[in-house]
């Protein structure tokens, strides 16, 4: 039995298989590749949580979507290397901060000609659009080739706020949940199933982006969401006023069935995180805090 069982509706049990992916017959599944926030933690003490920045993938009815690119989108594509081409897969940026984007450069099977992808991201905060930011970070000096090295087909898709993507019968709704970041929330719906990716959360009293966030998120199967971080000053990993409240708050006010905390701080130790999800579930039972390799299914 693994240790991260919970209550899942029709007794759904969430597993942790870091080196296995799921069956290509799954109908709506989540899977994570990177978990860490800010910058790659590569560690001992990271070890069972995981050191990769965030990347997730789900797939919904056979169709492949993939939200963030961080360092654990390489662990994705060297999977995806074990499958016959042609691969097809849409990508979903929050923003372009390093830390989302930075391994997209990594990501094998974008080097293959026989494959397609489809990229959704929000212009940034100096106006770039998805497209240019991935561009610039492949030039030199920052990595010795351009993205034109790539062979894949790409379709890059500009997205604002409230932008409705419908890909055959699921739905990925969008808004802005962090005004000051410029970051995109995501909702993935199929049939009567959904899941919300919301991994920029800011502690914020403007109601206007609190109520985005809440109808973004509201009646979910699976809140996927972030904590906040405090100032390094702050910080005490010995203080039981943990910083996930915002996440948890978000996850009673908006009324889903399960949530999972990702985007760990580099200096998020495993013991650490072993003690939060201890002091997490006695605020939402069906909580848990996100590693790499974890498997959940929706339906």
Not at 63 to 89: E, N, V
Not at 134 to 158: A, C, R, T, V
Not at 221 to 250: C, E, K, M, Q, S
Not at 286 to 291: D, E, F, T
Request: hydrophobic content about 40%.
């Amino acid at each position: 039995m693994s240790n991260f069982e919970l209550s899942l509706p029709q007794n759904h049990v969430i597993q942790k298989q870091p080196t296995q992916h799921f069956s290509q017959g799954s109908t709506f599944v989540v899977q994570f590749w990177g978990v860490r926030g800010l910058i790659p933690t590569p560690s001992c003490n990271t070890s069972r949580y995981g050191g990769n920045t965030a990347c997730v993938e789900m797939q919904v009815a056979e169709k492949h979507l993939i939200f963030d690119g961080g360092t654990g989108l390489r662990l994705l594509g060297k999977m995806w290397l074990q499958r016959q081409p042609p691969l097809k897969a849409h990508l979903f940026f929050t923003n372009s901060q390093s830390n989302r984007i930075q391994g997209f450069p990594f990501f094998a099977p974008a080097f293959m000609r026989e494959n397609s992808f489809h990229i959704y991201g929000t212009a940034a905060l100096n106006g770039a659009s998805i497209k240019q930011c991935l561009y610039d970070q492949m030039l030199q000096p920052h990595f010795p080739y351009p993205l034109g090295i790539m062979q894949s087909e790409f379709h890059f898709h500009n997205l604002t706020s409230g932008k409705v993507v419908k890909i055959d019968d699921v739905t990925i709704t969008t808004a802005i949940i962090n005004d000051y970041q410029k970051s995109v929330g995501y909702r993935v719906t199929w049939k009567d199933y959904s899941v919300a990716y919301v991994t920029d959360l800011p502690k914020s009293e403007n109601k206007l982006e609190q109520g985005r966030i809440v109808q973004l998120t509201k009646g979910v199967d699976l809140l996927i969401a972030n904590a906040t971080y405090v100032p390094p000053a702050a910080r005490n990993h010995h203080d039981p006023d943990f910083h996930w409240d915002t996440a948890v708050n978000l996850a009673k006010t908006a009324d889903v069935k399960q949530l999972i905390i990702s985007h760990h701080h580099p200096d998020d130790h495993d013991d650490f995180l072993d003690e939060v999800q201890t002091e997490i579930k006695s605020f939402f039972p069906k909580a848990l805090l996100a590693q790499e390799g974890l498997v959940v299914p929706v339906i």
